[in-house]
């Protein structure tokens, strides 16, 4: 019977002494990459909110380290037409879109616009069902919501 208490004891520690090493490693390894959305709509903060997303990539230590989307509806999308985006802002746009920036443009809005993603700066993806339901999708798979 003393034999079974220490054999038993002995299979505790062993456990033990793995969760522990499993939990260090863990500890160890890389932390998942942050995921955050920025909502734009207001045509006059096209280029604070480019310089939040830009300030936000240099603060993390580059586009490896976090995961951004910005969803644009409304008014703000003229600002992203080729017709009306300035050489600079199609540059950063452009940069943006290398690094991984992920670029959604309200379906409604640009039916509402009568522009198609031909129309948009390069990179955009169109969401079908709408902005705000873009926004509220991306939340639910762990996106933090910014709106500048």
């Known amino acids: 019977m003393h034999r079974r208490n220490i054999l038993t004891a002995a299979l505790a520690g062993?456990?033990?002494?793995?969760?522990?090493?499993?939990?260090?490693?863990?500890?160890?390894?890389?932390?998942?990459?942050?995921?955050v959305?920025?909502?734009?709509?207001?045509?006059?903060?096209?280029?604070?909110v480019l310089g939040n997303i830009n300030n936000h990539y240099k603060g993390v230590g580059g586009p490896d380290k976090v995961t951004i989307a910005l969803v644009v509806h409304g008014p703000a999308l003229k600002a992203f037409q080729k017709s009306a985006a300035s050489p600079d802002l199609a540059r950063h746009v452009g940069d943006f879109a290398k690094n991984g920036l992920q670029l959604n443009a309200c379906g409604n809005t640009m039916r509402a616009q009568k522009v198609t993603l031909a129309d948009l700066l390069p990179g955009f993806v169109k969401a079908d069902q709408g902005g705000v339901v873009r926004l509220a999708e991306l939340q639910a798979q762990g996106y933090i919501y910014l709106r500048p």
């Open 14 to 35: 062993a456990g033990g002494l793995i969760a522990a090493v499993t939990s260090a490693r863990r500890a160890q390894a890389a932390p998942d990459k942050s995921k």
């Open 37 to 48: 959305v920025y909502h734009l709509s207001d045509l006059d903060k096209v280029a604070f």
